[in-house]
């Protein structure tokens, strides 16, 4: 009779386990979908704010929503509990000063690299992105945005921030050691075992762009021969 109870205890047990465990997998892929539809949403609203009509090829210099996820006050908006609604329409208020602020932090900063390989100093009152000198090799090759663009074709200001080159990882870490929020925004929340090689975004940042020294270097030399 003991034995048989504590049988049954142990079943109920391992039972509630399995159930709690099926509740909180459901309970994150639900939170997963509703971040997701959040992310577009934020994404519809940055295109918003930089497409109009007539449509040129510079309105796709623009920041992705990857860049923003993890500004405070986006966040604020994106990891609310899931039972709200949240759409394009709720982040029109915040995308005139943070892209602001983004596109001046990022000139800011590639302004300044591109000065450290230069092999001469630029006077006051000259931008340094302007220089023809001033260009960005791409590693990556072929990317999504530019579909004609290759290895061998540099990038300058302000395309450089409309390529997802940069912005791309590639990491074999298991998703899971990501909280929920990061893991979604980052690799769309896909569980995957270690040693598995998974890509994802992540923000654009001026460490992740190729500058080669070498290059620019050697046309500094070829405008200078030229006179």
């Known amino acids: 009779m003991f034995c048989a ?5 142990c079943a109920n047990k391992a039972v509630h386990k399995l159930l709690e465990q099926k509740r909180h997998e459901r309970l994150t892929q639900e939170r997963r979908q509703v971040l997701l539809k959040r992310f577009d949403a934020l994404e519809e609203a940055i295109c918003r704010h930089y497409v109009r009509l007539p449509r040129t090829a510079s309105m796709e210099f623009r920041p992705r929503y990857i860049d923003f996820v993890f500004v405070d006050e986006c966040r604020a908006l994106l990891d609310t509990p899931t039972e709200r609604s ?6 029109v208020g915040l995308i005139p000063d943070i892209t602001a602020t983004w596109e001046a932090m990022q000139r800011e ?5 591109i000065r450290q390989v230069l092999p001469f100093a630029v006077p006051k009152g000259i931008d340094v992105l302007e220089l023809a000198v001033a260009f960005f090799p791409c590693p990556c090759g072929v990317s999504k945005d530019f579909p004609t663009h290759d290895a061998k074709d540099p990038l300058r ?6 390529h997802d080159c940069p912005r791309q990882i590639r990491r074999t870490v298991p998703v899971s050691e990501c909280d929920l929020y990061s893991s979604t925004a980052m690799y769309g929340g896909v569980e995957h075992e270690p040693e598995v090689v998974i890509s994802g975004l992540r923000p654009f940042d001026v460490k992740n762009v190729p500058i080669s020294k070498k290059a620019i270097g050697k046309a ?3 405008i200078e021969a030229m006179g």
């Open 220 to 222: 500094c030399a070829v």
């Open 109 to 113: 900063q590639l302004t300044e690299a």
């Open 5 to 9: 109870e504590c049988n049954r205890v």
């Open 157 to 162: 200001f302000p395309a450089i921030l409309g």
């Open 86 to 91: 949240i759409t394009a329409a709720d982040f």
